[in-house]
């Protein structure tokens, strides 16, 4: 071990399809009353991906926009940027294709070499579960880690099924993590909870049910929400729960954060957790309105957003939160480098 | 950091169908020749999971394996095994569900509590991807982490195609890696070539092109090997060039290993591989005749059945290396517990 032992967020990026679903659309084709979409999830539109587009194309472009922003912030150039890259990590529930792993492709569409590169499949808590594999991999390795979460929703919802057609969308964000002499990724903390496994689900076209003409038929090839509330209820228990723990552990408060950036799954959601624990509006990263919700992809598009807009600035203490189906949670507390 | 700065592997398990498909089934159905499958690949038979056998049946067989073979090798019981295990990795490429991941139902139903656990994709390499952030999740956290590769290929390959039909099988592997004194993991070169992204691929059921009744029609929910000779060759020379490089950097040389397992897709790769690395026939583990290619399950399975046959000691010096479809490719050097 050097002298850096703990890892820092360097930089971010993102990408967010121009083309999106609007609210009047789905309540069309879902059959539901005007306004019910943003009264129930405050989302008002979904980015949608181009037909031509698979989740690589949306994890290299925000791959490449992290990487050209943390380049401008270094004397190096483009070339040693790249090179201290040592891991790339993409979180995904889309890949390309069930075989091969897409992160391979990504790193070498970005020029990282022959750097490993993998997949990680965590549904929403994707994004904070590759932040503590990339942490950990930073401070005994010191090379630098490109995490990606990318997802293409869309082509995974039932179009006349209001519990995902309404909530789910397309796009990708990634940080790139460093090594570090200052304490930049403080604490992670990550659960999981498979007892509610069944709560979330696409029935068809994994080992348990692969894909039969009957399966198609049916739409099991689609998401499928059978217990809807179960999920809200430890989307808002466990972020509430984590938040907090991780606040107390690092010896602070709630007073100290700077900004929370919840995983975006609903307003709702984000609403209750900020009551529980306690924070003013103006210290909460809402994106779920524009973006919706891209799964693990959610919080660094909103990091990347809220850097642009001066929210994350050098020197902020964040909170970030994700739970997930599956069931998984995780938490993270960030001093922005 | 406490004193506990290397990580070692504790214990193995597997599950491997009873059930299998012969050589003159498969030659049948696909119009080979007889003998040509054993000759080809020396592939003698393939386990088959049975149809109500998902992923996750096999992973948690293998699982619970491995965790009662740790605990009958230690005092505190069944209770305190548990309770050391920080982490869950399942690599597959064939999780129960396209959503949610898998890993998070194979830790509840081992009863190992809320710890995180997900789901990593990097096809045969997935093992020795899994080593690498179990090392380093060990090493930072001194915590054991249940590594489990499984996988349900019966269920992605064209009946009536010789290139995967011949092949690919069913199979979980299982190792509890721990924080240790002694350097067991002594080392892990993982690299990745997106440049033969093309070669192995299912080419429907991903984002880049979501099933649609054409697509089923035309069986591209399941593997196609579009250059099997590309991929047979960068087998060849990654794993013989890992290998070589992986115990030239420890400053030991090749006769300095007890025993090699290979990723197990076709006997003629294994022995181009210990040709090219001048390794006898005694020191080389060969699972691939009786058990088939389960990609990243191989290895652990391998792992697992040398333990029993007294192949793999206490104190065996170990060379693992894998190679796989996106590409992807690892090595790893390891003084068994």
Redesign the interface.
């Known amino acids: 071990?050097g002298r850096n032992i703990f890892s820092s967020c360097v930089a971010t990026g993102r990408f967010v399809p121009e083309d999106c679903s609007y609210n009047a659309d789905v309540e069309q084709a879902c059959g539901l009353d005007a306004g019910w979409i943003e009264r129930r999830t405050g989302i008002v539109r979904r980015p949608i991906a181009k037909p031509e587009q698979?989740?690589?194309d949306l994890a290299i472009a925000a791959g490449k926009r992290a990487m050209m922003n943390w380049e401008e912030s270094r004397p190096e150039g483009a070339g040693a940027s790249r090179a201290s890259v040592g891991m790339?990590i993409l979180a995904t529930?889309?890949?390309?294709?069930?075989?091969?792993?897409?992160?391979?492709?990504?790193?070498?569409?970005l020029r990282l070499g022959?750097?490993?590169?993998?997949?990680?499949?965590?549904?929403c808590s994707?994004f904070l579960?590759a932040l503590?594999?990339a942490d950990?991999?930073c401070?005994?390795?010191e090379r630098s880690v490109l995490v990606i979460a990318a997802n293409?929703l869309s082509?995974?919802v039932g179009p006349k099924d209001p519990a995902t057609a309404a909530i789910f969308s397309d796009g990708a964000g990634a940080v790139v993590i460093s090594p570090s002499s200052q304490p930049g990724v403080i604490a992670i903390e990550?659960?999981?909870?498979?007892?509610g496994?069944d709560h979330?689900?696409?029935?068809s076209?994994?080992?348990?049910s692969?894909?039969q003409?009957d399966t198609?038929q049916k739409g099991d090839?689609l998401?499928q929400i059978a217990n809807g509330m179960a999920v809200y209820r430890y989307a808002v228990e466990s972020m509430a729960k984590l938040g907090q723990r991780i606040v107390n552990e690092a010896g602070l408060s709630i007073e100290d954060l700077d900004f929370w950036i919840p995983h975006q799954a609903n307003r709702r959601i984000i609403e209750s957790v900020q009551s529980r624990l306690g924070l003013p509006d103006e210290k909460v990263g809402v994106t779920v309105d524009q973006f919706a919700n891209s799964s693990a992809a959610t919080i660094p598009i909103a990091l990347d957003y809220f850097r642009e807009e001066g929210k994350v600035r050098s020197g902020s203490l964040l909170l970030l939160t994700a739970a997930?189906?599956?069931?998984?949670c995780?938490a993270s507390l960030i001093r922005w480098s």
């Open positions: 071990m698979a989740v690589s790339l529930s889309t890949p390309d294709h069930l075989l091969p792993p897409t992160a391979p492709y990504v790193a070498s569409q022959t750097i490993p590169a993998f997949d990680i499949a965590v549904a994707g579960y503590q594999l950990d991999y401070r005994l390795h293409l082509r995974r990550l659960e999981s909870d498979g007892s496994y979330l689900c696409i029935p076209g994994g080992s348990r692969p894909i003409e198609y090839h998401m997930a189906a599956g069931l998984s995780g």
